[in-house]
């Protein structure tokens, strides 16, 4: 694969950094891959080819591209880092090849602001949002180590772009309803929020390449283009423990995404999802916003979240374990039946062991019937999954 072309454009009020991909390898056509903003957000972007390299090396191991030529310079501690979680990604999936990542310009290095500055990424789901509550908690506002801004973006779900690479109305209308809920936020817990939109998904060769090698990838390459504003950005953890199973967010190698002028740092590799839920329920924003929903179908009505899909229902379980559904604004449901929660999709192992976490609170709340459907659709996933 060929990273060629770096721009750097302005149009209709949006700032719009990009890059095209060639393919080398495969019979696929040239691609355009690019992150954008307006307003202050698009003053500060910095446009770096590391941000596209990121994004690009899940991609290209995955499709057994031989090398990543990137027509540009890299970060010396990205060199290294890339060659990392590609070997990882080669032991966890054979099928990768392992790429030979080249820059035409040179690997140098990089240097933070000399004021320290950290952001988060925050779509508003549990993670993101524990990942705020818990630096506000432990940190003063004055502390360097205190988070300044959220980044949140556009374009991660599978529906945000359609089959002509063209943003779907609908869906910018969820997301703007998204980017008011988080400026309420913003104004509340002192911080900037950056909307950014992108089309990676849209290069994503299907789910499981998502899930597995692309989602992290992808939130750490647009960290990469707040360079010289921050020097460090935060990406929450799945909440499946610090030894989590192969999934594309991994405490393993979630810091290699790093360059020397944004360092990319795992949080809350130790918690619970359940835990983060819990602590979640205690903050008045926490029950207001809290919006794990996959946004398959964007909710009716102004909801914020669907009460369908799989982490919907999978976090209205532990809502119910915990006796705190009724108590969180953001979820119009206040039960679930269990036939609703045995036909939701397990999709792979990380899944399975979230969805296992809401057994014992449903015990002590006393909700057999919900404990035994999750039984049997753990039962049913391990049964198929061989
Ligand atoms: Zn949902």
Known sequence: MILTRLADNTANGLRRISMDL???????????LYFEAGGKTAEILHANANAFAIACLPLAAWLNEERLLVEDKLCKRL??????????????????????????????????PDQRRVATLLSGGVDGLATLRINRLDYPLDHPESIKACI????????????????????????????GRLSELADAENYELHPVRTNIRSLAPGY?????????????????????????????S?????????????????????????????????????????????????????????????????????????????????????????????????????????????????????????IGPLQKAGRSDLVWAIRARLALYYLLRH
């Open 22 to 32: 060639v393919w080398e390898n495969n019979d696929r056509p040239r691609q355009t």
């Open 208 to 236: 499981s390449f998502w899930v597995k090698m692309g989602f992290g990838a992808g939130h750490s390459a647009v960290s990469q283009l707040f360079q010289g504003t921050y020097d460090k950005v935060l990406l929450a």
């Open 238 to 358: 799945d909440g499946d423990g610090p030894n989590p199973p192969p999934v594309a967010i991994h405490p393993v190698f979630n810091q290699h995404f790093s360059t020397d002028a944004v360092r990319i740092q795992s949080e809350q590799d130790e918690m619970t999802r359940l835990q983060k839920i819990d602590l979640l329920t205690d903050w008045e924003y926490g029950r207001r916003f809290m919006q794990p929903c996959h946004y398959v179908h964007i909710p009716e009505g102004g909801a914020i979240n669907c009460g369908e899909c799989e982490k919907c229902v999978r976090t209205m379980l532990s809502l119910i374990g915990l006796g705190k559904l009724d108590e969180v604004s953001a979820f119009e449901q206040k039960d679930l039946k269990p036939i609703r929660v045995f036909l939701i999709p397990v999709s792979h192992a990380g899944k399975a062991k979230l969805l296992g976490q809401a």
């Open 152 to 179: 949140t973006l556009f374009g991660i779900n599978k529906f945000d772009i359609d089959e002509q690479g063209n943003q779907v109305p609908e869906r910018l209308d969820a997301f703007e309803a998204v980017v």
């Open 79 to 112: 060199r290294y880092g890339l060659s990392s979680i590609n070997q990882v990604f080669k032991q966890w999936f054979p099928r990768c090849s392992l790429v030979d990542v080249q820059a035409s310009e040179g690997f140098q290095t990089t240097r933070p």
